[in-house]
């Protein structure tokens, strides 16, 4: 069976700096995929990033990039020029390859506070 | 297209209640998901659908607990009877086969006193 875990509780970070979310998982399968999903306080679950596990590059979006290491099975999110909209509930979900990408198991959450 | 559409938005029932949550996916999706969020647990899959037949239903908690898909574009979870501790968001998810991302709705929360 497949494990996420988040082990940051809580965070908080000032505006404009940079942050790091950590993530690590557990999984005997070779194949798979990893999310940062974010859940502002209107509770809407919104795709932040999305990372193939067979592509050793790591994603970047605009100010998300994650770093992934595989052989650790380490997921982590950096958020850049943080902003006070950023401010959410952040879960790191992982997918099975071949299993449909709204089958997901999910990290227990990571709050973040952006402070003006 | 709205998106996935969840109601009721916020649910308050008594004990020994029977309670339904409905759920609306994006037109044109075969991949239909219930999600339950607690403090305690985080986000965990209850049961999915894949063109409008139930594939896995290990997550749901107990009997007490069911789903239905009766076409396409509807969706319900149903508890029955409701206890306190099935106090959670209950969150709705649609997705495509092959899709890249699946989609959630706004979440019912529910509160069962």
């Known amino acids: 069976a497949q494990t996420v875990t988040q082990s940051q509780p809580e965070m908080s970070v000032q505006e404009a700096e940079t942050v790091t979310l950590s993530c690590t998982y557990d999984?005997?399968?070779?194949?798979?995929?990893l999310f940062w999903y974010k859940q502002p306080p209107s509770r809407q679950m919104i795709l932040v990033i999305r990372?193939?596990?067979?592509?050793?590059q790591n994603a970047t979006e605009n100010r998300f990039s994650v770093n992934f290491q595989k052989a650790a099975k380490s997921f982590s999110l950096k958020i850049s020029d943080s902003q006070l909209g950023d401010t959410a509930m952040y879960f790191c979900a992982f997918m099975k390859r071949g299993d449909n990408t709204g089958k997901l198991i999910f990290g227990q959450g990571t709050t973040l506070q952006v402070k003006p | 297209d709205a998106g996935v559409i969840q109601s009721p938005r916020h649910e308050v029932t008594e004990m020994g209640q029977e309670v339904t949550l409905r759920c609306k996916p994006i037109s044109g999706h075969d991949y239909l998901f219930w999600y339950r969020q607690t403090m305690m647990r985080g986000l965990e899959l209850l049961i999915y659908f894949n063109n409008n037949v139930p594939i896995d239903d290990s997550g749901m908690p107990e009997d007490r607990f069911s789903a239905k898909m009766p076409n396409a574009s509807f969706s319900t979870l149903k508890i029955q009877p409701s206890e306190p501790r099935d106090s959670a968001v209950y969150f709705c998810?649609?997705?495509?086969?092959?899709?890249?991302?699946?989609?959630f709705g706004q979440g019912t929360r529910l509160t069962v006193v």
């Open positions: 998810a649609s997705s495509t086969y092959r899709a890249t991302e699946a989609f």
């Open positions: 999984t005997s399968e070779s194949n798979y995929y």
């Open positions: 990372q193939e596990a067979y592509k050793q």
